[in-house]
Each structure stands twice: as C-alpha cells, then as structure tokens.
Nanobody, 125 residues
Framework: QVHLTESGGELVETGASLRLSCVASGTPFNHYAMAWFRQGPGKERREFVAGINRKSFRSTVADSVRDRFAISRDEEKTTIYLQMNGLKPEDTAVYYC?????????????????WGQGTQVTVSS
C-alpha cells in the first residue's frame, strides 16, 4: 500500500512560482510511475499535468503547461516535485499526486492506483 502526501500549495499572485512536493511511503518507491493531476473549480474531472516513469526518469508534461511546469523525482527522499513557474489564474486547482505500479506513465486518471489528498493552489489575478 502506498501513502502519498502532497504539500506546497498556497495563494500566490499571477507570475509567481511554486514547487509542490509529494512524499510517498509504504512501498518501494522505485516500483512506481508517478504523476500530478489537477482539478479546477467547477471542473468534474481531474486533468493530467505531468508524469515521470520509474526507471529512466522520462517525463511527460501536458501541452497546456509544458513551457512553465516541470516534474522531477528524488529516489532517496521518495518524493516527486512539480515546479510551476509563471503561474496564471487558470492554474488555480487542487493538485493531486498519484502512483501506479508500472514502468510507464499514463495520462489517464483510471490508470493510477493510489492518490494523495491534494493541495490547493490559488493564483490571484
């Protein structure tokens, strides 16, 4: 069983930067591909933001944020990060960390086995 805990969300102004963290515990970290999703206010579905696989550290970032966001992982700290630069009001959302017992990333919510509780990011205009 994997337990995921996100942190780092807060209220910021347009153009600010934030780094979200997600600490994983309970199962060997290197068994899992990891990802960030977000769910904006009034949105019914979570959308894929970025993912990183478990061996080569190949990452995938959604087209909508590719020039501003980056994902990384630290095996020693069993943590993944989401570096967000140039934040915009449309980035306002609850950001969730997710894991799947697989080599590769998926952009599908249903492909992930475990989820954190989420961290709120609010970007004021």
């Amino acid at each position: 069983q994997v337990h995921l805990t996100e942190s780092g969300g807060e209220l910021v102004e347009t153009g600010a930067s934030l780094r979200l963290s997600c600490v994983a515990s309970g199962t060997p970290f290197n068994h899992y591909a990891m990802a960030w999703f977000r769910q904006g206010p009034g949105k019914e579905r979570r959308e894929f933001v970025a993912g990183i696989n478990r061996k080569s550290f190949r990452s995938t970032v959604a087209d909508s944020v590719r020039d501003r966001f980056a994902i990384s992982r630290d095996e020693e700290k069993t943590t993944i990060y989401l570096q967000m630069n140039g934040l915009k009001p449309e980035d306002t959302a609850v950001y969730y960390c997710a894991s799947r017992n697989s080599l590769d990333i998926s952009t599908s919510v249903g492909a992930y086995d475990h989820w954190g509780q989420g961290t709120q990011v609010t970007v004021s205009s």
